[in-house]
């Protein structure tokens, strides 16, 4: 079977080049010109191909909307911006991040990475403690014992999505507030502890328990699978 990607490049020889050497490692590549229409698009493909100078939205804007339309589906950034600070913005809601020029062979040995890597967390149902599963296809989360579905609210569920595209990692509190707000976090802010003490409610046994979000005090939080 033919893995499916979505590729979104605005120059026609790169974007042409790029599909032909794909598409004869045996990918199903759809190309689009911007980043117009994509969020119809991306819950059809196993992964996002997404430049970053795009006519229009930039592909910052357009992976952000990708991402929350279709939180299990990895992107990888292709991008000639260099700078560390392009290459931590996007990593914010990308999965990797490609500077050109680029050598096809490392292009799709990062995307069977990223594939490989989807297809095992988002694999059915994912498992948290004893008594919680997430279905990231439905976007649901189910309480085990009863299977009664649980219901979060958009932020809440955002949050717990973002937690499980980053599974084990130590995530920064500013990180995770940017990456779901989209604006700059300020020192002090509740906002999010708010949301993800209110997030503990609903998934933890005991609220206090920290059996599935972890807070690491002055850091910030992880959600060990």
């Given at each position: 079977m033919k893995r499916n990607i979505l590729y979104i490049e605005d120059n026609e020889k790169i974007g042409?080049?790029?599909k032909e050497e794909l598409e004869q490692r045996g990918f199903s590549v759809q190309w689009l010109l911007s980043g117009e229409g994509a969020e119809k698009e991306v819950n059809q493909h196993e992964i996002v191909i997404l430049d970053i100078m795009l006519p229009g939205l930039?592909?910052?804007?357009v992976g952000k909307r990708l991402k929350k339309a279709a939180p299990a589906v990895p992107i990888l950034l292709l991008s000639a911006r260099t700078s560390i600070n392009d290459k931590v913005d996007g990593l914010q809601f990308a999965d990797d991040y490609l500077t050109k020029p680029f050598h096809t062979d490392e292009l799709v040995a990062r995307l069977e990475v990223l594939i490989r890597r989807s297809g095992r967390t988002y694999s059915g149902r994912i498992s948290l403690g004893n008594h919680i599963?997430?279905?990231?296809g439905l976007?649901?989360?189910?309480d085990k014992p009863t299977g009664e579905e649980i219901i979060l609210t958009g932020k809440q569920h955002q949050i717990l999505m973002y937690f499980l595209?980053?599974?084990?990692q130590v995530l920064p509190k500013e990180q995770i507030y940017?990456?779901?707000w989209e604006e700059t976090y300020i020192t002090g802010d509740?906002?999010?502890?708010?949301h993800i003490h209110r997030l503990r409610q609903k998934l933890e046994r005991h609220p206090d328990s920290q059996e599935i979000i972890e807070t690491l005090k002055g850091i910030g939080y992880r959600v060990k699978l």
């Open positions: 042409q080049w790029v930039d592909g910052f804007t599963e997430v279905d990231p976007q649901m989360v189910y595209r980053h599974p084990n940017e990456a779901i509740k906002t999010l502890m708010v």
